[in-house]
């Protein structure tokens, strides 16, 4: 094992006890679940036995799959790392690790991984509570979690521009308002336009696509496009902010 990957081990570790121990973070794991079970029995009382018909479920299944999923995203994905290098910049870890000369890189490695093993165990959750066709399930982890990337970079920039977890809160509220706004997209076609092109967007049409067993379409391929292009520029950005706070401390 080379120096880089245990300086990810150790930071892995690090994250994943902070995790553990923050009651926050643990409820924003919870919240998506408790949702969900909601959500499926007002789908269930609402539709009745439409719910069951061959097209009743595949709106339903596409509806409450994105919606776990983009519920998981938006509490899991963006919470644990906006308020965890919050944290760590308020009681100046963040500092210290710059010092030690550990990159951008191997901090925002390590986060992710522990923020998307937590993403991708509480998206099977909720998929469990979905009841959709088992079949189903890789392709669901699989778009929640790469779908999950987008909003944590962005999370990730929120959280190095913080001062401190109070100063984190203040950027909580409009980080899950954009993260959620795709749910509100079945309102019209007008808002359906603007919240395709948000972080979640791609996700949120990816999950109706594969509802409809469209997945492998070329419809897939626009959405696709627009989280690879959030991934990248958010990345970039990441590196080239936390490389001005090195310089800074």
């Known amino acids: 094992m080379n120096a880089n990957t245990r300086k990810i081990a150790v930071l892995c570790g690090k994250d994943a006890r902070d995790v553990l121990q923050n009651p926050t973070m643990l409820v924003s794991c919870l919240m998506p679940i408790g949702f969900m079970l909601l959500y499926r029995y007002m789908m269930r009382r609402i539709g009745g036995d439409a719910v069951d018909t061959s097209a009743g479920r595949t709106l339903t299944d596409g509806f409450l799959m994105s919606t776990a999923a983009i519920f998981t995203i938006a509490m899991v994905g963006s919470m644990v790392l906006l308020y965890g290098l919050a944290e760590e910049k308020e009681k100046h870890t963040l500092r210290t690790l710059m010092l030690a000369n550990v990159g951008a890189g191997q901090i925002l490695t390590a986060k992710l991984a522990v923020t998307l093993a937590l993403t991708a165990i ?81 996700t949120d049409q990816l999950f109706k696509l594969l509802a409809e067993d469209r997945l492998l379409s070329m419809d897939a391929l626009p959405p696709v496009a627009v989280t690879a292009v959030w991934i990248i520029v958010c990345t970039v950005a990441f590196g080239l902010l936390f490389r001005r706070l090195a310089r800074d401390n």
């Open 122 to 202: 509480t998206e099977a959750v909720c998929f469990l509570i979905i009841g959709a066709p088992a079949r189903m399930l890789p392709a669901f982890l699989a778009i929640g979690v790469i779908g999950a990337i987008p909003i944590m970079l962005v999370s990730a920039l929120l959280g190095l521009l913080s001062r401190d977890q109070m100063t984190s809160g203040l950027y909580a509220v409009p980080m899950l308002l954009v993260a959620i706004a795709p749910m509100f997209s079945m309102i019209g076609e007008e808002v359906s336009n603007v919240t395709r092109f948000l972080p979640t967007g791609g």
